[in-house]
């Protein structure tokens, strides 16, 4: 029967309707106020008060899903009970059987050849967890080849008939193995058998499953990376960057291990490999400060990359962005004696924010560790700020099963001096070289799955565990490698399936989030660090990057309706010039050369007729210099902009501007006042820089030295800042100002400049 419809509304007055009582004996003579009788007389409204508080609440979110916090609302809750925590499902069923539809009506039973491959897939899935408690995987013919189900239950059926009583090939019943390919490109991993055809072409990270249920996830590098959490989270991480930790699973950063046997030619590969033009620091070059900055091959700069080297193993660990890591491979394979491709037997997470460490230490629990080591591990991840840690420090240890500990646990406490911790940093010692080795040893590696529990069989030790006591002992050895890459963020190292479940004991600590490719981006524009590949587009991959966001955007631009032109349509001016639709770096270098050839500042507007020497068109007023660029305004293959370093070269004539490039810096922008500041904005530097009569600013599109990479509001400083792209030019400049211009506006805010190094 359905509810009485007036009941709610009834239900919510009485709520909202609060009792009082009229007789108040606490005033004498109306001049003095009895306290303590005016609280007794008062009594029974306070109560009456917080009793129509609670009625409020719960009036107001009626159903069970309504009353969850935010991090635990789902969108689809309301229709769907396993949306909902276990705990409160019954509750949930309840109400949608007393609700007017009820609960959903269940699906017919599947018949005939539907029915038939569901039983199959059930049977595959059933020998496949065979397969993997007789400690192997399916063959490579099971992955490969295109069979149907009874072929693939005939070859699960046939290869467990012929591993039964034989030397099993995997040390645990969870299918963790080491993947490294030596000397060559490493198989990437095969997956499930329940989701093998979905990792074909994009591997998933050892985090996917968890992170797929929460974030919007992207296919970029052959990887499904987590891009952004489905909820609202821009304060969120603002807050958490500046008082708490934020987590993200870095895995497709892909890593190599090096081995040099002969000490000066590890010396030379790494004064070659790293930005240092003369020696190397002796700290990096003993293994006790990690490197973060740019990698160079053959004397360029290629990206940014991760940098550990240890002198004593004679082994280098480097990790870099994955879209320029076959081609750093391959160019490393011929210099070195042996290398050793790890992209999917090494895995790593990045904390970042003050209490980075600290976060870490919960779950961290030391195995076999010197003393020495142990007593500066614990005193630094007492440190509520990270920041007095210099960058560059390097942990390395081994640590037990975190899931063996219910939950997370502070580290013992201990006297804490900073200067004591500064010096004890600084001495360095801090490196566990037995770790390293089974960190960097791919049989080592595989060693330490030897015995891995599955989630199964640690509820069950969990069960017949003694109420009172919070941990297992099961033996377990975990190598890892921790080092502070920035001011505030830490990247801990370690074997690929161990990834797992060090997070799932990361995400169950307070003052902790978890952040995707966005959150990332978020960070670094918010303290002035550009962040690859959107704001370093003279490398091959931020140039493909901008290219590719052009034309997303001029698709999108063509689509809206012609309805809407007016009103949302932005309108572009110049459009054959720049391209409104992306950092036109092309059209940069060709307006700035051009102005080299040509007496820029004495030409005229406008002339009535154009003039040509043969098939080359005289510039002889701002129309022709217009008109030219947009001939020239053609890509030939070739980035033409590079990194400042020696300086613009100067282009001879028009037949070699197409060839030339152009020199920019990155620099971060600020506004003076109040104002709005937009990817690929527009940034001008006129020699005058002084607004008319109506406070605004009159400069022609042809002014143009650079582009903003990155930008929006900044909520650390209070007012929108940008990464920005701009010519060499602007270092001989003596003002720091500069005027910032949003695609499709005419608007011109005023904006300082600061050079980032």
């Not at 809206?560 to 007016?566: G, M, R, T």
Request: proline letters at 5%; one cysteine or more; hydrophobic letters at 35%.
């Amino acid at each position: 029967m359905a509810p009485n419809p007036n009941a709610r509304k009834a239900k919510l007055y009485n709520s909202r309707t609060i009792k009082t009582q009229l007789t108040d004996p606490s005033f004498v003579g109306k001049e003095r106020l009895m306290v303590p009788d005016f609280l007794s007389a008062r009594e029974f409204e306070i109560k009456s008060f917080e009793l129509s508080q609670l009625n409020s609440k719960y009036a107001s979110s009626n159903r069970v899903f309504q009353s969850l916090p935010r991090v635990l609302r789902r969108r689809a809750a309301s229709h769907n009970v396993k949306r909902i925590p276990k705990r409160l499902r019954n509750r949930a069923i309840r109400e949608m059987k007393n609700s007017i539809n009820g609960l959903p009506p269940t699906k017919a039973h599947l018949r005939g050849r539907e029915l038939y491959r569901l039983k199959m897939s059930k049977k595959l899935l059933k020998l496949g967890s065979r397969l993997k408690l007789l400690r192997n995987l399916p063959n490579n013919d099971f992955y490969d080849k295109k069979l149907n189900l009874r072929s693939k239950i005939k070859i699960i059926n046939e290869q467990i008939k012929a591993n039964q009583g034989e030397t099993p090939k995997l040390n645990n019943v969870v299918g963790a193995y080491d993947s490294t390919g030596i000397n060559c490109l490493a198989e990437r991993p095969r997956g499930n058998i329940k989701y093998y055809k979905r990792q074909t072409n994009h591997v998933w990270l050892p985090t996917h499953v968890w992170h797929a249920k929460r974030f919007h996830m992207i296919k970029q590098h052959g990887y499904q990376i987590p891009l952004s959490p489905t909820q609202k989270c821009f304060k969120l991480m603002n807050r958490q960057s500046k008082h708490g930790s934020i987590l993200f699973d870095t895995t497709f950063f892909n890593s190599m291990i090096m081995e040099i046997n002969d000490e000066e030619n590890f010396h030379e590969f790494l004064l070659e490999l790293l930005r240092y033009q003369k020696k190397v620091p002796s700290s990096i070059l003993n293994g006790e400060k990690s490197y973060n900055n740019w990698i160079n091959i053959d004397g360029k700069k290629v990206g940014h990359g991760f940098v550990y080297a240890n002198v004593h193993t004679r082994r280098i660990l480097l990790r870099t962005f994955p879209s320029i890591y076959t081609e750093v491979f391959e160019n490393l394979r011929l210099k070195v004696t042996n290398i050793y491709d790890c992209r999917y037997s090494l895995g790593s997470l990045d904390v970042t924010g003050p209490l980075a460490l600290n976060s870490l230490s919960k779950v961290l629990h030391l195995d076999g560790v010197d003393s020495k080591i142990k007593d500066t591990w614990f005193k630094a991840s007492r440190i509520n700020d990270s920041k007095t840690i210099p960058v560059g420090t390097t942990f390395s240890f081994n640590i037990n099963d975190p899931r063996l500990w219910k939950r997370p646990s502070n580290p013992p406490p201990s006297e804490m001096i900073a200067n004591d911790l500064i010096i004890k940093l600084s001495q360095g010692g801090l490196v566990c070289q037995a770790s390293l080795d089974k960190l960097f040893d791919h049989k080592k590696r595989n060693e330490s799955y030897r015995g891995q529990l599955s989630i199964k069989a640690l509820s069950a030790r969990f069960h017949d565990l003694d109420p009172t006591s919070n941990e297992l002992s099961v033996p377990s050895s975990i190598p890892l490698l921790i080092s502070k890459i920035s001011e505030s963020s830490w990247t801990m190292i370690l074997p690929w399936f161990w990834v797992l479940p060090v997070w799932s004991k990361l995400i169950a600590v307070r003052n902790l989030n978890v952040g995707g490719l966005k959150q990332v981006h978020q960070y670094n524009y918010e303290n002035n660090i550009p962040t690859f590949p959107q704001d370093y587009p003279w490398l091959r991959d931020g140039w493909t990057y901008n290219e590719a966001m052009g034309l997303l955007t001029h698709e999108k631009y063509k689509k809206l309706p012609s309805q809407q032109v007016h009103g949302n349509r932005a309108d572009y001016t110049n459009l054959d010039v720049v391209s409104p639709f992306k950092c036109d770096w092309t059209a940069l270098r060709n307006i700035i050369q051009l102005k080299g050839l040509c007496d820029f500042n004495s030409l005229p507007q406008t002339e009535d007729f154009a003039s040509f020497d043969e098939l080359t068109r005289k510039i002889n007023s701002i129309h022709d210099f217009e008109q030219v660029v947009k001939t020239l305004n053609e890509y030939n293959g070739d980035i033409p902009i590079e990194l400042h370093e020696k300086g613009t070269v100067q282009a001879l004539s028009l037949d070699s501007i197409a060839k030339a490039k152009i020199s920019v810096v990155q620099v971060s922008i600020e506004l003076v006042k109040n104002g709005v500041i937009k990817d690929g904005a527009r940034i001008y530097a006129p020699n005058d820089i002084t607004p008319d009569e109506n406070g605004d600013f009159n400069i022609p599109h042809i002014d143009i030295i650079g582009f903003v990479t990155s930008g929006t509001y900044n909520l650390n400083v209070g007012r929108a800042t940008g990464i920005a792209t701009v010519s060499s030019d602007i270092l001989t400049r003596t003002s720091n100002y500069v005027l910032i211009r949003n695609i499709g506006h005419t608007k011109f805010y005023l904006a300082n400049y600061s050079h980032i190094k």
